[in-house]
Each structure stands twice: as structure tokens, then as C-alpha cells.
């Protein structure tokens, strides 16, 4: 599976964002599907997950209630609404699939391009 981020740009603080994210292929329903984001210099830091098949979801604490991911089945896409963005929300984004549902980056193993957003304060 291939996965392709986009949706990403320059937004005000207090603005909104949506990423996507479109899979070459339909993922298993055990599957999970993440967003992570990584600021130059610093580790890749886990922003939410949703796993494939029954639509649960988890969120870092610094996003939790800002931020919603989601995903489309038939489309074969998955959402990150953003939400009261702020400047420390400055990142590059990126998609990636685990087998279970996991906050560590070392259980995904598929990834897609990051997508820049960039909140202006």
C-alpha cells in the first residue's frame, strides 16, 4: 500500500486545515491508520490514529479535542481535520499504516510523503 499526504499550507492561528491522505489500496479492517508530525531537529511525534475497520481512535494529549482524524472506507482516504491551529502545530505532517494500533513510530512500517503546515501567529 502506497500512501500519498496532501492538504497541507499556511494558516493563520485559531484557523483550520484537513489533511488527506489516499492509499493505493484498501487496508485490512485490523489495520491502523496515523498521523505523525516532525519539527527539523526534533524526534517524529504521534498526532493521532484510527484503526481501519471499526473507526477507533487516539490522540496525542497536545492535539486532543483540536484535532479529528477520520477515514473514508470507500475512498480509501484518511483524514486530520485541524482545528484552533497554533503556531506550535508547525510541522511537517505525515501518513504511515501499522498492523495494530500503536503511538510508536517503529510500528508502522508504511509512509507517505510529509505535507508542510505552517501556523502563523
Known amino acids: 500500500v502506497q500512501l500519498q499526504a496532501s492538504g497541507g499550507g499556511l494558516v493563520q492561528a485559531g484557523g483550520s486545515l484537513r489533511l488527506s491522505c489516499s492509499l493505493s489500496g484498501r487496508p485490512f479492517s485490523s489495520h491502523v491508520m496515523a498521523w505523525f508530525r516532525q519539527v527539523p531537529g526534533k524526534e517524529r511525534e504521534f498526532v493521532a490514529a484510527?484503526?481501519?475497520?471499526?473507526?477507533?481512535?487516539t490522540y496525542s494529549d497536545s492535539v486532543k479535542g483540536r484535532f479529528t482524524i477520520s477515514r473514508d472506507r470507500a475512498e480509501n482516504t484518511v483524514y486530520l481535520q485541524m482545528d484552533n491551529l497554533k503556531p506550535e502545530d508547525t510541522a511537517l505532517y505525515y501518513c504511515?499504516?501499522?498492523?495494530?494500533?500503536?503511538?510508536?513510530?517503529?510500528?508502522?512500517?508504511?509512509w507517505g510523503q510529509g505535507t508542510l503546515v505552517t501556523v502563523s501567529s
Open positions: 504511515a499504516k501499522a498492523n495494530s494500533l500503536s503511538r510508536g513510530e517503529r510500528d508502522y512500517r508504511d
Open positions: 484510527i484503526r481501519w475497520g471499526y473507526a477507533t481512535t
